[in-house]
């Protein structure tokens, strides 16, 4: 696919994406989560093969780096997205910050584009910063979103596109102490936090990836944390499925 064409693409995903709130809400019964795909087309084929027009399919967010084939999954999500497919794309740091560790998907683009690159990767990031930031499933009393909840904003209905906040933060379940995010932007969000988060908003799990290395399912207090991953850079790949309330891996 040539620089044009490329950048048009991104062009028009960001037209399309631009129409959609900061918050998706609605409430589909068949659904499958995709977390951090981080340049695996496998992982793209995979979800069109068995869940294309079976499912509404949720993408976590972070398409591009660590994997080899950014650009490629990039195109495909938008195209999905642009041919009026039951997709949700929801941004993730990697696709809103351009300052980012790694940022290696720069490499490809050059090998890729030569000196085009850098408007291809700003064509890109422009169109994920109006994506939305998070899906609110009402009848299964879920939220999805790509890093975790913000540390005080709790109100969805006032969260805000290209939050970094959102798609920075993480869990305390998933290992880390409650403060300030030693990945040196947001913050790790306590239990506490959390469980009063999901009370105050009436729901009951959260279903995040940004830490695509677990595949795992946190129960507290009777309310879930859903972590997914589906880069096969991290070995497993897994995606949430709804109704049935468990992990798949691949």
């Given at each position: 696919?040539?620089?044009?064409?490329?950048?048009?693409?991104?062009?028009k995903?960001?037209?399309?994406?631009?129409r959609?709130?900061p918050?998706?809400?609605?409430?589909?019964?068949?659904?499958?989560?995709?977390?951090?795909?981080?340049?695996?087309?496998?992982?793209?084929r995979?979800v069109?093969?068995?869940?294309?027009?079976?499912?509404?399919?949720?993408?976590?967010?972070?398409?591009?780096?660590?994997?080899?084939?950014?650009?490629?999954?990039?195109?495909?999500?938008?195209?999905?997205?642009?041919?009026?497919?039951?997709?949700?794309?929801?941004?993730?740091?990697h696709?809103?910050?351009?300052?980012?560790?790694?940022?290696?998907?720069?490499?490809?683009?050059?090998?890729?584009?030569?000196?085009?690159?850098?408007?291809?990767?700003?064509?890109?990031?422009?169109?994920?910063?109006?994506?939305?930031?998070?899906?609110?499933?009402?009848?299964?009393?879920?939220?999805?979103?790509?890093?975790?909840?913000?540390?005080?904003?709790?109100?969805?209905?006032?969260?805000?596109?290209?939050?970094?906040?959102?798609?920075?933060?993480?869990?305390?379940?998933?290992?880390?102490?409650?403060?300030?995010?030693?990945?040196?932007?947001?913050?790790?969000?306590?239990?506490?936090?959390?469980?009063?988060?999901?009370?105050?908003?009436?729901?009951?799990?959260?279903?995040?990836?940004?830490?695509?290395?677990?595949?795992?399912?946190?129960?507290?207090?009777?309310f879930?944390?859903?972590?997914?991953?589906?880069?096969?850079?991290?070995?497993?790949?897994?995606?949430?499925?709804?109704?049935?309330?468990?992990i798949v891996?691949?």
């Amino acid at each position: 696919m040539g620089f044009e064409e490329v950048v048009e693409k991104f062009e028009k995903l960001k037209e399309k994406l631009r129409r959609e709130p900061p918050v998706i809400f609605d409430d589909a019964r068949e659904l499958v989560f995709i977390g951090d795909v981080h340049g695996d087309m496998g992982t793209v084929r995979y979800v069109k093969e068995n869940f294309l027009g079976k499912r509404k399919i949720v993408f976590l967010g972070d398409f591009v780096d660590r994997g080899e084939r950014g650009t490629e999954v990039a195109c495909e999500v938008a195209d999905l997205k642009l041919r009026g497919e039951d997709v949700i794309i929801l941004s993730g740091n990697h696709d809103i910050c351009l300052e980012v560790y790694p940022r290696d998907w720069r490499l490809h683009l050059e090998r890729e584009f030569g000196p085009g690159w850098k408007q291809v990767e700003l064509a890109y990031v422009s169109a994920m910063r109006e994506a939305p930031v998070a899906y609110v499933n009402e009848g299964y009393k879920l939220v999805a979103l790509h890093g975790f909840i913000p540390k005080e904003r709790w109100d969805i209905k006032k969260w805000e596109k290209g939050d970094e906040e959102i798609v920075w933060n993480d869990p305390e379940v998933t290992g880390g102490l409650p403060g300030r995010n030693p990945r040196g932007v947001g913050w790790i969000i306590s239990k506490e936090e959390a469980l009063e988060f999901l009370r105050k908003n009436s729901l009951s799990i959260i279903v995040r990836s940004h830490q695509p290395h677990f595949n795992e399912i946190f129960e507290i207090n009777g309310f879930k944390i859903v972590n997914i991953g589906s880069s096969s850079y991290y070995g497993r790949r897994g995606c949430y499925l709804l109704p049935e309330g468990e992990i798949v891996t691949f």
